[in-house]
Nanobody, 124 residues
Framework: QVQLVESGGGLVQAGDSLRLSCAAS????????MAWFRQAPGKEREFVAS????????YYTDSVKGRFTISRDNAKNTAYLQMSSLKPEDTAVYYC????WGIGSYRDHDYEIWGQGTQVTVSS
């Protein structure tokens, strides 16, 4: 069973950058599509970005296009979310997720495995 552990969250100022990491355990981790979701206080969890098992076809929600970059290093079993030009509205708990459906999806119910989340707080 693949397990996910996020890291890299923190408190930053608007306009700053931050890189989140998602370390996956398990020999089959490289066969999973990976995604990042986020949940702000009082709001539903929302899709942020996804990437296929091979690292192709990155897909983003409109609000982060041009500012966030999803990537993965299968040799390290790690996915990343590089976030730049951060805004206060990006404040949320960010979750990494993995899907056996290797091409990825924007729907959270397509993801079988979830990390514990990492807090990102952007001050104005």
């Amino acid at each position: 069973q693949v397990q996910l552990v996020e890291s890299g969250g923190g408190l930053v100022q608007a306009g700053d950058s931050l890189r989140l990491s998602c370390a996956a355990s398990g020999r089959t981790a490289s066969t999973y599509a990976m995604a990042w979701f986020r949940q702000a206080p009082g709001k539903e969890r929302e899709f942020v970005a996804s990437i296929t098992y091979s690292g192709g076809s990155p897909y983003y929600t409109d609000s982060v296009k041009g500012r966030f970059t999803i990537s993965r290093d299968n040799a390290k079993n790690t996915a990343y979310l590089q976030m730049s030009s951060l805004k206060p509205e990006d404040t949320a708990v960010y979750y990494c997720a993995a899907s056996l459906w290797g091409i990825g999806s924007y729907r959270d119910h397509d993801y079988e495995i979830w990390g514990q989340g990492t807090q990102v707080t952007v001050s104005s």
